[in-house]
């Protein structure tokens, strides 16, 4: 393989430095005197010549290079993307001997390429054709790839190996590649660009190499063809593309047995001469990558740091190598007692901000305050910045065209078991898109704004001292009419904990951040309090075990262009196992079970599903090659079944807490409402006014009243007949209804309505406590029967008893404020 050559995120590295693949497609052509698919010694020779002048520093070939190109190659400082030649066009897999025949193949092209230092990766197959795929099903042809890969890396270990698809099989899932190479052929700027923001998305963490794209100088001409590749690569290497292969160095091509002379594709004609597209590919190839934006607006970094002193010199030496010609880096200290403060006086580059400890959502708003850009991009102090960071938020903005911009968090290379076990154990902070190039959600470690419209917002919700700014400040952006972009190359490195107890902790604070959103914006949950995202979360493993089966869109007979995947979105089934509320019912069937005549494993059931789908989840884990043994498998599995419950408790915790903070005493009511045993109850009350009061006037002060006394308000959206919903303990919700009848001049009379309802966990629960009932009752166990209706019977009353408590005091607070507006109680028509 090429000396020191590694993918690292989203690019290719050759030990610290960046790399970007500047390729050319070179062959098929007629068998030459030396009996190989190549031209004549002399003329690779003055072809590598000429490409070298281009800026070319990396061929594609179509058949396997012999031994005497990869020196030539090497002389000239060219790497060689190897491709290996087989029968992808006809139904390999109903042959073994045609398969065995392809394995041969391989195998001698391995053995005749390795260990040259001018070979960049082994092409392990080409656009085999969607109806051969069809015919054979993707996952058998996928299975098969993968074992030809394998078989590369026994026998050249270390190896770098890709397989080139096609917008027809994008369906294909490639995850044993090293990076992903496509070809796309897409002359619509728009629709490249698009389609190219899907790539990077079905590429994920690993480098994308665009390993053909192209135009025909017969068709377009010479110039259109210049125009087609300016584009192509301009808008390649903006959105974080690792490399291109342009199809093709010359219009000589063989192949089916004959010259193909209708295409000319290449950036030099047959006889090698140069077309206009050879200009416009020199300046990209010749150009540091990636190009800077036309416009380069001022970016303020503000990275937030309290004791921080195990990463933010890493985080400081990082930013000050940023390739980007108009930035500044600010550093809130956000009262460190470590030795954060002496670590950020080493770097004078910096604007460095002391202040007491206020938390990390004051400490963000301390340095928006402060900045001077027109950007403001927040990272964090156990993170550490790719050096076009910058530059590709910068196109981001551009691109998208929208007011925030965000990119991946990768977990770095660890060197000991137990943190790469963590990197990889779902929880972690991570994006959610809507589209492939829309976020609902971007990680705080990774998003930069608009200053202008960061600080017309409000900046960030002081209260969140933790986590959970990132989470409110995205959903109060597209709750005031913004969108959030995202770009897939502005990666940043985020440490993830160093030690399982430090892991249990950030799941602790996420937990409390959750509850501390949820009151924020309760629409966004569902009934189990977990955030109920919109768009698809990337990274998280707790989603991918129940994700329903996807389907493959071929199009009428296969013949569609475009075959895409379509993966159905993640129900509550996909997570439920890890979820407390799970394990809670499964722990109360196993105590019961042994009162019931069947036994303990029907009690066990429940649980077992829980461990089952924990350790399935962990072998699937990507964990780092170098710990893939039981050991870490045990204890992703262990981190994947515990670490939900410790935030779901720590998010119950919280959401108790805040839900039962005393606030203003409550007036207690001169005629109390009655409330009989339903659970569901609605109450009316009418008020006249004479003096022209408007509803709006009394809903606003109920609920600031509401608000003085602690009680959760939640005020709708513009999408609900309600108008507020009130909540002050876990299992009851109130309701309130309004409307006004005009009764001529000043008089109206307002009619409101309280209606009480059982929070969705408290459904929730009885629906468990109900099914556990319906099974003992099956069982014919009379013990268990009574064990069960004590709860029951207790958790019913204390529903009962707090939609009474709720019932009053809502209409108390009403009340209160229609005296203050000088309104009469009426009766109901």
Known sequence: MSAGIRTSGKFFVMGEEKIYLRG??????????????????????????????????????????????????????????????????????????????????????????????????????????????????????????????????????GALVSYASFPSTEYLELDFVDFYCFNVYLHRQEVFQKYLGRLQNLAGTKPLVLSEFGADSIREGEEGQAKILNQKLKTSFEMGAAGTVVFAWTDEWFTGGHAITDWAFGVVSAERKPKPAFDVVKHYYQEPLPPLPAECPKVSVVVCAYNADRTIDTCLAALETVRYPNYEVIVVNDGSNDGTLEICRKYPYIRLICQENKGLSVARNVGLAAAKGEIVAYTDADCYVDPDWITYLVHGFRITGEVAVGGPNLP????????????????????????????????????????????????????????????????????AGHSIGFSPAAQVWHFRRNTVKDYFNQQRGYGKAEAMVFYKHPQRFNLLGQARWLGRIYGDLSTSLVPGKPFIYSGVFGMAPFQSLYQQPASLWAYLPQTLEWNVFGLTMLLLAPLANDGLLLGAIALLITVGSSVLLAWRAPVDSRFTGLRSRLLISYLILVGPLVRSIERYKWRSKLLGAKGAPERPLEKPLKSKFPLQRTYRLNFWSDQGIERNIILQDVIHQLQERKYFVNIQNGWERWDIRVQQGLWAWCYLYSATEIHGGYERLHRLKLKLKLSGLAKTILTMWATLFLIVLICKSLMAVLVMLIPGAAFLWTCRTQMKRMARSVASVVTTATEKFALVPTPSR
Not at 35 to 40: K, L, T, V, W
Not at 47 to 58: K, P, T, Y
Not at 147 to 156: K, P, W
């Open 412 to 479: 770095p290379p660890e060197n000991s078991l137990v943190p790469s076990a963590v990197a990889v154990s779902p929880g972690g902070p991570t994006h959610v898109l809507i589209d492939d190039q829309e976020a609902e959600h971007i990680a705080g470690c990774n998003m930069a704004f608009k200053a202008d419209v960061l600080r017309d917002l409000g900046g960030f919700d002081a209260q969140y001292r933790a986590a959970g700014d990132d989470v409110d400040i995205c959903w109060r952006l597209q709750d």
């Open 24 to 157: 050319v497609s070179y062959g098929p052509f007629k068998e030459a005197s030396h009996g190989r698919q190549f031209p004549e010694k002399e003329q690779v020779v003055r072809d590598f010549a000429l490409m070298r002048e281009l800026g070319v520093n990396c061929l594609r070939t179509y058949t396997s290079p012999p031994a005497w190109l990869l020196e030539l190659a090497e002389e000239w400082n060219l790497w060689v993307m190897a491709g290996i030649p087989w029968a992808e066009h006809v139904t390999f897999l109903d042959s073994k001997t045609v398969q065995n025949e392809i394995r041969i193949a391989v195998t001698a092209v391995v053995e005749e390429c390795k260990g040259y230092n001018s070979l960049f990766c082994y092409m392990v197959g080409n656009e085999i054709p969607p109806d051969i795929i069809r015919w054979h099903g993707a996952n058998k042809v996928q299975k098969f790839l993968r074992g030809l890969t394998e078989l590369i890396r026994a026998r050249d270990p």
